[in-house]
């Protein structure tokens, strides 16, 4: 009898305590949740829009790359939103209706993924949900020169605070796409070369994390950044011009018909050149 109760009360001790873990675990996790929400969670929210996202949009202050987003809580599926802040490229790449309607209304601009944690954009929706309004557009850069963009871009000019030449990292529009570097992104469709709003608070302020390593400590002047923008805006709507590529394609053709031709030429005689002497041979054996 003392002997059963002995070994039924042996594994009460571990159970007991677990329990109690769990429900001090349960505890402080909804006290800390209850205490997180919903201020701080907005206010985090807020920090993050200005840093990685006024580039491109304002609330309530009407489209600048991308749409206005006062009442996109209300306009969008929750599920949705939550998933197109935390990877639009993928959304995009998946064939979604929503996102490939507005793609084509923002020209063909795809919003970058910014490489947010789940927890960033729960604060995210938390203040755009909340009624919160910024003003338009902040930065604006003085007149630019594409001359000296592409000086600038593939390393004939220096920086002045001795930054890195992009093409180390970056093609746009075909140039550097052989031998330049494929580090980065091309810049071609990048959301960020279609404003110069987005381009210049991107660039004085990179919130991604390569690109804030470099610019951080060695950041561009505000004419540098004009420069670049020039360049990089131009270059960009010229790959996207149709005449071009039909150009392209057409020299493609042209190229590659004179190529056959000159093949044509060169290894027809050589094989005629074989053939006929076989031929001749062959003929002379039949008549011995
Ligand atoms: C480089 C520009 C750029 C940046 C930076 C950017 N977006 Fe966008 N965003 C766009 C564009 C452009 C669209 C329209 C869809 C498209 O073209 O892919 C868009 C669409 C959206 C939409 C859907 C709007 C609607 O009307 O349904 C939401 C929501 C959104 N962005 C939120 C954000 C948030 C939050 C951030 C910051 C974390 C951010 N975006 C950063 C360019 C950008
Ligand atoms: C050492 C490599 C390196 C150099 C040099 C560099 N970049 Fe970048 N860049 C990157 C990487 C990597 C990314 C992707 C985001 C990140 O990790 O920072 C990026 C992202 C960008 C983006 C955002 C693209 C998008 O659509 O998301 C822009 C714009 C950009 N770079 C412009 C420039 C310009 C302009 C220069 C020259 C002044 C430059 N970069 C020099 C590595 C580089």
């Given amino acids: ?117 789940p927890d960033q954009v729960d604060a995210l929706l938390a203040y755009l949900g909340g009624g919160a309004t910024t003003g338009g557009a902040g930065a604006e850069l003085p007149a630019g020169d594409a001359v000296s963009g592409k000086a600038y871009f593939v390393g004939d000019q220096r920086f002045s605070n001795g930054g890195p030449h992009c093409i180390s990292c970056h093609s746009v529009a075909g140039l550097g796409s052989l031998g330049g570097g494929n580090l980065g992104p091309d810049l071609t469709n990048s959301g960020y070369t279609q404003s110069e709003t987005a381009f210049a608070s991107f660039i004085s302020a990179p919130s991604t994390q390569t690109m804030n390593s470099i610019w951080a400590s060695t950041p561009l002047t505000l004419q540098e950044q004009a420069d670049l923008y020039a360049f990089l805006s131009k270059a960009a709507i010229q790959q996207r011009e149709p005449s071009s590529l039909l150009q392209i394609a057409l020299l493609a053709i042209l190229g590659a018909a004179l190529l056959i031709a000159l093949a044509n030429l060169y290894w027809g005689k050589r094989l005629r050149g074989v053939r006929k002497p076989m031929v001749e041979r062959a003929r002379a054996a039949a008549k011995r």
């Fill in 1 to 117: 009898m003392t002997e059963s109760v002995e070994r039924l009360s042996l594994p009460k001790g571990p159970a007991l305590l677990l329990v109690l873990l769990a429900a001090l675990a349960f505890l402080t996790l909804a006290t800390g949740v209850a205490f997180a929400q919903p201020s701080a969670q907005a206010a985090d929210g807020e920090a993050l829009f200005k840093e990685k996202c006024v580039a491109c949009h304002t609330i309530g202050g009407g489209k600048l790359v991308g749409p206005d987003l006062q009442g996109v809580t209300e306009r969008q599926d929750p599920v949705w939103l939550k998933q197109w802040i935390l990877a639009p490229d993928q959304v995009l790449a998946s064939g979604d209706p929503i996102a490939t309607g507005l793609f084509k209304e923002y020209n063909n601009v795809p919003m970058p993924n910014l490489g947010l944690t």
